[in-house]
């Protein structure tokens, strides 16, 4: 089969799969799609104003944990950690949190509700706690964390994490790629910015576990507003309220404790990089392989499963023409929350950036699954992606894979 041959790769899906639209927990079809692209900023090797922003590694005292196999509550209970790895201590009681390797972890300070379920700690003295904020991270540093670089602008290595990869411009022209490589496990609570009426210009909604996503109410200005301390960008749908100026951080190594007050981002949130090199096509996603610019998204694994091609219709960002094209789920993110969810990647260079920055369209989605796979709480024409199976012989997640597929 040729690889341009179109009625050859369309015959090829229509013979081996079968077409599941996904919907809501309420069965509607409708949710938002939004657009992400890899961005590129400007920054050095070391230390040198005005790059003052550290770039760091995933830190080496980062300790996980299941949050399926925690205790159900808020009490403290006894853990004991093994490599990087914490798991609790059962029919162990408090007066046993003294004893060598026994940790106490209070359930009520952490966040169970991350994508891969894993709870990011730390140690401090005989304690598990949460891993730090975005805040501490920035007045306190990262010493247990390697700096791949710096970069001159807080706010553009906010939008570099949001987004899960980019691309650090030396002053030699040497390109440094950086791939997503950890997060430190705080929810995902940007600044929305506000409209003249007053609301949020992205309006959100919690629903369960989820972050859902409304569509703007037509008022789509971005860039700085004129007489606050407050710049607008758009960045994976949400219109976001930034600092304009930022200020100092703590960095590893210097003596500069006094002077550091944090960026002013609250965001909690914090991503880690890794150093991707020189590679071939677009950023490595959360699958494991380079993204393709208008083929690959970014999906809530815990209701369509990464690895598998979707089929999103939406509407072209600006023009408003339809756009109807198959993907791949390749990608997560912090943001991207709720069963018909999709961030559509557009590539990298200013165009992607605009086209990413103006997509926030309404969309469905259909799951191509192989035909004969046994799938979740199928019903007809459509399937129920979150939820027990409805049978003995049916998987509890859509697919029987576990490593495609979290269940909520």
Not at 22 to 41: A, K, L, N
Not at 330 to 350: P, S
Request: aromatic fraction near 6%; glycine fraction near 12%; charged fraction near 25%.
């Amino acid at each position: 089969m040729g690889r341009n041959n179109d009625v050859a790769i369309r015959n090829f899906f229509e013979r081996e799969f079968s077409a599941y639209q996904i919907r809501d927990d309420d069965r509607r079809p409708d949710g938002v799609v939004t657009g992400y692209f890899e961005p590129e900023i400007a920054g050095s090797r070391q230390y040198e104003p005005p790059n003052i922003y550290p770039v760091y590694a995933q830190p080496q005292d980062m300790l996980f944990a299941d949050a399926r196999k925690l205790p159900a509550g808020n009490g403290v209970v006894a853990a004991r950690v093994k490599g990087r790895n914490v798991a609790v201590q059962g029919g162990l009681s408090t007066r046993d949190m003294g004893a060598p390797g026994l940790y106490a972890l209070d359930l009520s300070s952490i966040t169970r509700d991350t994508l891969d379920r894993k709870v990011r700690l730390r140690i401090e003295g005989n304690r598990l706690l949460p891993y730090f904020t975005r805040e501490e991270i920035e007045t306190k540093g990262a010493p247990n964390a390697k700096v791949l670089a710096f970069v001159s602008s807080a706010t553009a290595l906010y939008e570099m994490q949001i987004q899960g990869s980019g691309r650090i411009r030396l002053n030699n022209g040497e390109v440094i790629r950086v791939a997503y490589a950890e997060q430190n496990g705080q929810p995902f609570r940007p600044s929305l910015a506000q409209s003249a009426s007053g609301r949020a210009r992205s309006p959100v909604k919690v629903r369960g576990s989820s972050i859902e996503l409304e569509l703007d109410d037509g008022d789509e200005d971005d860039g700085v507003d004129g007489d606050t301390d407050v710049s607008v960008i758009r960045t994976r749908g949400f219109t976001l309220a930034l600092p304009k100026t930022s200020g100092a951080v703590m960095v590893p190594g210097r003596r500069n404790a006094g002077k550091a007050t944090g960026s002013g981002i609250k965001d909690p949130s914090y991503v880690f990089f890794k150093e991707a090199g020189a590679m071939a096509g677009g950023p490595v996603g959360a699958f494991g392989v380079p993204l393709s610019a208008g083929r690959s998204i970014a999906v809530d694994p815990r209701s369509t499963p990464l690895g598998y091609p979707v089929f999103v219709s939406t509407r072209a960002p600006g023009s408003g023409a339809p756009m109807r094209r198959l993907t791949i789920a390749q990608d997560t993110g912090g943001a991207i929350r709720g069963a018909v969810r999709a961030d559509y990647f557009f590539g990298n260079g200013q165009q992607a950036a605009t086209q990413a920055r103006r997509m926030k369209e309404r969309g469905q989605l259909w799951i191509l699954l192989p035909r004969g796979l046994a799938v979740a709480a199928a019903a007809s024409s459509t399937i129920r992606t979150r939820g027990g199976a409805v049978g003995a012989d049916l998987p509890e997640c859509l697919v029987p894979a576990e490593d495609s597929c979290v269940n909520d």
